[in-house]
């Protein structure tokens, strides 16, 4: 490649990268069933992460082996993050009816999850730490639903 | 004993300088993710960086010269741009991770928004660099950096099947759950944590920073071949950790905050303290040697004065390069780009851009004209020539992968 | 006129320049060759260095032009700034070495300029390194 084209190259990489890393993933709509259901399952994965890793922080914390902000601060990016995946999930258009089921189901052990780790943000906050694991109990069954829902449609 | 003393805290220094934000995230991530399965990776990643890094070391204390002032002069001034560009960019997005990620680590402590600590964290890498002696700034954070060894600490005390993990680590499958794409694009981002540019750039200009003379070589010898590999094993602990409590928990690794989760379960509030001080002055170190990358490239490209070793007035061009640069990454870091994706991204593309920063030192190393008699043996030539070729099939590979895999989701 | 034989392409362009104390005053943009007119043979008579030139070689004529042209308006009118004759070099090796200090080439202007009205009012720009 002349050097004068690899200097134009490069800077196209460059700019595509630099858009691809800023730009969130697009989501758009779902055209069939089964792409839909890939992205329910896609979507109830990531929230097995963030209810795990707020249920071993909850006891981690509350076992007396983490502090306030540590605990504060990672809660809350579980928070944020659950958030967004909801607020993701929630914007795809279904393709039909059967999708509507689907949507509905994900969407309440979702917001379940979502208000369940807001409780355990909100103790966290006030420093009620020792407290946290029963606080954070109700996540075990969304934590389960979360499987069973995956374990159905993965 | 003064002299094994000089030698004993050079390679300290390696080993706690050696994991940045790339390696703390990938490591952990691909530990949760496929346990011990990629351990190869890095493996192969540390050979590289020690063959690259020892190149670059002898290159600078026989020639004189870093590695990017010789870029220009060997590959002519359109390729050198063209490389000047890529490495700039790349390095640009490294610097927006480490300095997110000192503010990370600072909220972490602290329990203020992140957000609200990047400018400020932005200034301390700038004061730094202004006024802290460059062996001065070397020692402190490569030695503070060694408290990451409380990973390693986390490993042993939840003395795990010892067997097990060597039997994964030394038998690779693609895990249940992960396809072949995701697999190598891990394998990818292990390999360009470990292998990372500015590494190069910043070890050989401070090496002429440091000014080396060929009887510094042994010395840069002993901290490349026992340092980087040690640094390695730290990071093969970091991904120990995030295999024996992460993954079991199935925990997909997205946040820094997540990195340090094992060091608290398993050791407490001490630990956690201690892998904090760890993140803090691994990213820290590692803002600054990019920051300062930065400068030496764009000056080493233009022919400018450069390096902390004059006064900064009389090298102006190249201290305003690393202020605005510093500056640009706070303002990147604000728009709210999720560190954890732009610390993924800079260290695949690094794997990507590898060939560009490899080649020319491969070519230079060997240059009588350069290097007198200290010119690369066989044996060495061998290995680095298969490098080559890895870094040149890894080069080809990672963008259509970041694709397929949708950034390592897929 | 005789003069050493050199592949100029290899020893010359692109090399970085050094003043009379060793520091470092740009990289060699371009070369100024003239043809003898008695044995046809060409002569490098001197290096060229300095805003714009790299540009003007790279093939950006009119912005490395404008360039050089807006750097000769602010520091000198009346000569070529960014050419150094050869008879200023005490040494050519894979540095090059010019009998000069770094302040008289074009090489210094933009330096000069970011340190007289930024870095230089920065607390601290004088501090001496250690050694």
């Known amino acids: 490649m002349r050097p004068r084209a690899m200097t134009k190259a490069a800077l196209a990489v460059c700019g595509a990268c630099s858009l691809a890393s800023c730009v969130a993933h697009p989501v758009g709509p779902a055209r ?10 896609t979507s109830a994965t990531a929230a097995q992460s963030s209810v795990a890793t707020v249920q071993l922080v909850a006891s981690t914390a ?6 306030g902000p540590y605990t504060v601060v990672s809660v809350s990016e579980q928070e944020e993050g659950l958030s967004a995946v909801e607020g993701t999930f929630a914007s795809i258009q279904p393709p039909d009816r059967r999708a509507d089921a689907l949507r509905d189901e994900l969407g309440a052990i979702l917001t379940s999850a979502v208000d369940h780790i807001a409780e355990v943000r909100i103790a966290a906050r006030r420093g009620d730490l020792d407290d946290l694991d029963r606080v954070a109990a109700p996540l075990r069954a969304d934590a389960a639903a979360l499987d069973a829902f995956v374990a159905r449609h993965g | 004993m003064k002299r094994f003393f000089a030698v004993f805290l050079g390679i300290l220094t390696a080993i706690g300088g050696f994991v940045d934000i790339g390696d703390l995230v990938a490591n952990s991530q691909t530990g949760a993710r496929f346990g011990m399965n990629l351990a190869w990776a890095v493996v192969l990643g540390v050979i590289g960086i020690v063959v690259y890094a020892e190149m670059c070391g002898r290159v600078a204390a026989v020639a004189g010269r870093p590695v990017f002032d010789l870029v220009r002069e060997r590959l002519g001034p359109r390729a050198g741009l063209a490389n000047l560009i890529a490495s700039f960019f790349i390095n640009f997005l490294t610097l927006t991770a480490e300095v997110a990620g000192v503010a990370i680590a600072l909220s972490l402590a602290s329990s203020v928004s992140y957000l609200l600590l990047i400018p400020f964290v932005a200034f301390l890498v700038w004061l730094v660099i202004w006024r802290m002696p460059f062996e001065t700034m070397e020692r402190v954070f490569g030695l503070l950096g060694l408290c990451l060894l409380v990973f390693a600490v986390t490993v042993w005390k939840v ?26 694009y891990f394998a990818i981002a292990l390999f360009g944590a470990a292998m990372t540019p500015y590494e190069v750039f910043f070890f050989s200009s401070g090496a002429v920073e440091e000014h080396w003379t060929e009887r510094d070589l042994a010395t840069n010898r002993a901290n ?21 409590i992460l993954g079991p928990a199935g925990i997909d690794v997205g946040q820094l905050s997540q990195v340090a989760l094992p060091v608290a379960s398993v050791l407490g509030r001490v630990g956690l303290a201690v892998v904090l001080v760890g993140l803090f002055a691994a990213t820290f170190g590692a803002a600054l040697e990019t920051a300062l990358s930065a400068g030496y490239i764009i000056s080493q490209y233009m022919g400018w004065m450069w390096g902390k070793y004059v006064r900064p007035r009389q090298a102006s061009r190249f201290h305003l390069v690393v202020l605005l640069s510093i500056g640009a990454a706070m303002i990147f870091g604000l728009t709210r780009v999720d560190p954890v994706k732009v610390t993924e991204y800079s260290i695949v593309l690094s794997a990507a851009a590898l060939p560009l920063t490899y080649f020319p030192i491969l070519v230079i190393a060997n240059d009588p004209s350069y290097m007198g008699d200290k010119t690369n043996g066989r044996f060495l030539n061998a290995i680095a020539s298969i490098y080559l070729v890895i870094l040149i099939v890894v080069s080809i590979i990672t963008i259509p992968l970041l694709i397929i895999t949708k950034g390592g989701s897929g | 006129m005789t003069g050493r034989v050199l592949y100029a392409g290899l020893e010359l362009l692109d090399h970085q320049l050094r003043d009379r104390e060793g520091r470092l005053c740009g990289n060699v943009d371009d ?13 490098v008579t001197a290096f060229v260095a300095g805003p714009g030139a790299l540009l003007q070689r790279m ?25 150094i004759p050869l008879s200023l070099a005490s040494r050519l090796g894979p540095n090059i070495d010019l009998a000069v200090d770094a302040e008289d080439l074009a090489t210094s202007d933009t330096e000069r300029w970011v340190r007289d009205h930024l870095i230089g009012h920065l607390p601290g720009n004088r501090h001496r390194a250690p050694e």
């Open chain 2, 224 to 244: 490349v071949l026992i340092g980087f590999p040690l640094g390695g094993l730290l990071s093969l602990a970091i991904m120990a950790s995030a295999d024996l």
């Open chain 3, 31 to 43: 070369l100024e060759i003239e043809r003898s007119p008695d044995t046809g043979e060409l002569y």
């Open chain 2, 159 to 184: 003395g795990p099947d010892w067997g097990g993990l060597f039997h994964t680590a030394s038998h690779p499958q693609v895990p249940a759950g992960e396809t072949g794409f995701t697999y190598v």
């Open chain 1, 32 to 41: 069939t069933y089964s792409t839909y259901e890939g992205k329910a399952v």
């Open chain 1, 62 to 67: 509350a076992a007396g082996k983490a502090f």
């Open chain 3, 59 to 83: 093939g950006r004529r009119r912005l490395g032009g404008w360039i050089e042209r807006s750097n000769r308006l602010v520091n000198d009118p009346e000569r070529d700034r960014n050419l």
